[in-house]
């Protein structure tokens, strides 16, 4: 009887493990002019961050585009996640200005027609430190018809943004507030740590629609606003 409780209780077990899904991450860097001031902290926050994936085991590919007003490039596409290298400072030199509707479009329409895999799930994660300000190709509304379909479609979608009104601009361009994060770029380790908890619980199976970031998170993402607050 004994046995059989402990056979049963594995097979319980084991019935809760959830298959890892594969997943196809875009990630969209802004290389504006105004990232200078923080490039050692954006880098070192997405080596982390690359670390991070490849210590949750997540199972699928990472592409990684920069943008300003003189291209969008792509210099890392569709990379294994345990392939994936660190990243050095001269990665990213910023420049120009901020065509960030002209890179979110880019990336959806890449994300959306050219799959890794048939069942894969899709996340997309955008950083910027500022306001649109010159895109040409895609407008407010087009992107937030473009969210708001991805989203109901169950793709993860997180916006990060430092030193702007972060959740105002997001909310205006459809992205829903609990995977909008407020962050100062000097502490921005802790705002990736919090969008690889997010992705790591996409990947074991986790209904986006219930994925938010935590209070405590929001808290360690912005510390001196916490602190300026509890003053």
Known sequence: MKRKKEMNEENM???QIKKMEFLNIRMVLDRSGSMNRRIKDTIDSINAFIQDQKDNNIFGVLTLSTFDT???DVPIYRQEVE???ELDYDFLKPRAGTPLLDAIGIAIHDL???PVKEDEKKVLVIVTDGYENSSREYNPDTIRELIKTKTEEGWLIVYLGADHDAIIQSRRYGFEYEKSLH???EDSRDAFKSVSRTIDDYSKGVNPKSIKFMQQERAM???LKQFMEEE
């Open 221 to 223: 993402s912005n510390k």
């Open 83 to 85: 392939k994936l290298q």
């Open 13 to 15: 077990k084991k019935k």
């Open 112 to 114: 959306e027609n050219n």
């Open 183 to 185: 962050y100062a770029k």
């Open 70 to 72: 003189i291209s969008i």
